[in-house]
């Protein structure tokens, strides 16, 4: 299963959201935090297209602590643990995830995968001022 998440950070790093995409199951879900779940592979894969591109736009750099928490209980899984996002070499975010995995012909697949980061969201912008009337 550590395996699995090294497989992950190294694909995701490494812009490619088909070999991430490739790590879920076909019915799994995905629940990312500030947004509706996410079912299903291909629109896992539709999701980690999007956000990897975002991510190598800004630069940023996904680790995951190796002192992971796994457990395993016959085709069943899961893991837990610590996560930092650097931008040059800057700690952008901390955070946890959690994942269930189920094995399937010899490989372990995703099934839940959430994660949030320890900070809070930043405050919503403030709204637009509405357009100076003419005269």
Known sequence: IRAQTTNWVKAYNGGDAKAVAALYAEDALLLPPGAPGVS?????LAFFTKDIAGSAAAGAVFVVDPKTDVGV????????????????????ETGKFLSVSRKKDGKWLYIRDTWNADAPPAPPAPPAAPPAAKK
């Open 73 to 92: 209980s016959g085709n069943m899984g899961w893991e837990s643990g610590k996560y930092t996002v650097t931008v040059k070499g800057a700690v952008v």
């Open 40 to 44: 299903g592979r291909a629109a896992i």
